[in-house]
C-alpha cells in the first residue's frame, strides 16, 4: 500500500522527523502511538497527501506525489483516502446524509448511484434514520460515525485516523474500533493515531513515535 524510506521533516531549525522508514502492506491496521508532540500528525499529514515538504521518500501504491500539484493532490485524496479526525469535522448546518454525500459531490456518477452508496455506508456505521439530523443533534459516537461513513463514501483503499476515539467514552470508542476492524476485515488499510493502549489493541501491528523517531515495530497477536 505504502512505502516510506528515510523520510525527514523540519520546522525552521526544529527537527520534526528523522530517518523515518515504514512499510504498510495492502489490509494491514496499523496504529502509530506516540506522546504530545512526538510527530504524528506530521507524519500521517505527508502519508495523507497534506504536506509534500520533505526530505526522503513516500510511494503510495507505489507512486511518488511529491511533485504533484495542489489540483491533483486533492483529488488523489478524494479517490484514494478516506480521513478521520479527533472532532469529527463535519459540516454544522448540513445534515448527516448532506454530509457523508460530500466526498461525491464532484464525482461524476448518476444520482442514484450516489444515493446508494450513501445508504449503503449509513447502514454500515448503523445510522439508519438519522439522515435528516445535524450533527448537533447527535451524540459524540454518533457524530464520528457520520465522519467514518464520510470517510468510507468514495471506498478509499486506506482510511487515516488521527486519535479517532479521542473525544469519546470507553464504551463509544469500543463501539467506533468495532466498525474500525469491520472494514478492515473487508479489505480497508487503516493507519491509526491513538494514545490509548486499549485503542492500539485493535490494530494488528503498532508502532511507536518519539522525538520525531520511529521505533518498536512489534507485530501483536490480534485479541
Ligand atoms: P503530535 O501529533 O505527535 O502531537 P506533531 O506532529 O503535531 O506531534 O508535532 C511534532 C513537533 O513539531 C512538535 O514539537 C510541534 O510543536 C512541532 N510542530 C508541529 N507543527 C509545527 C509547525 N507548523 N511549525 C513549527 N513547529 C511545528
Ligand atoms: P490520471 O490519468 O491519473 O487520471 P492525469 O494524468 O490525467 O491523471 O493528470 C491530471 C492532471 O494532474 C494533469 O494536469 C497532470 O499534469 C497532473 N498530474 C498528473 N500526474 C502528476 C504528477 N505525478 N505530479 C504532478 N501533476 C500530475
Known amino acids: 500500500m505504502l512505502k516510506v524510506t528515510d523520510i525527514g521533516k523540519t520546522y525552521g531549525k526544529f527537527i520534526a522527523l528523522e530517518n523515518i522508514n515504514l512499510e ?14 512526538s510527530g504524528k500528525s506530521t507524519l500521517i499529514n505527508i502519508l495523507g497527501l497534506l504536506d509534500q515538504k520533505y526530505t526522503g521518500e513516500y ?6 506525489y511529491k511533485d504533484a500539484n495542489d489540483n491533483y493532490l486533492s483529488r488523489i485524496r478524494g479517490d484514494q ?6 472532532n469529527f469535522k463535519l459540516l454544522t448546518t448540513y445534515s448527516v446524509y448532506e454530509n457523508i454525500e460530500v466526498p461525491l459531490i464532484y464525482s461524476k456518477q448518476k444520482q442514484a448511484n450516489k444515493r446508494e452508496l450513501i445508504e449503503d455506508v449509513i447502514n454500515k456505521v448503523g445510522l439508519e434514520g438519522k439522515e435528516k439530523n445535524t450533527p448537533s443533534e447527535l451524540s459524540g459516537g454518533q ?18 485516523a488521527d486519535e ?13 474500533m468495532d466498525i474500525f476492524t469491520n472494514l478492515n476485515k473487508a479489505g480497508t488499510t487503516i493507519i491509526m493515531v491513538t494514545h490509548d ?4 489493541d485493535y490494530a494488528m ?6 522525538d520525531g523517531h520511529l521505533y518498536n515495530d512489534e507485530k501483536s497477536v490480534k485479541k
Open 24 to 37: 504498510v502492506s495492502d489490509g494491514e491496521f496499523l496504529a502509530i502511538m506516540g506522546p504530545s508532540g
Open 59 to 64: 510511494l503510495l501504491k507505489d507512486k511518488s
Open 81 to 86: 483516502l478516506g480521513f478521520v479526525f479527533q
Open 143 to 160: 457524530q464520528q460515525r457520520v465522519a467514518i461513513a464520510r470517510a468510507i463514501v468514495n471506498r478509499p483503499n486506506l482510511i487515516i
Open 164 to 176: 479517532p476515539t479521542g473525544a469519546l467514552d470507553s464504551k463509544t470508542s469500543t463501539e467506533i
Open 197 to 200: 493502549r486499549e485503542v492500539a
Open 205 to 210: 501491528r503498532t508502532v511507536y513515535i518519539r
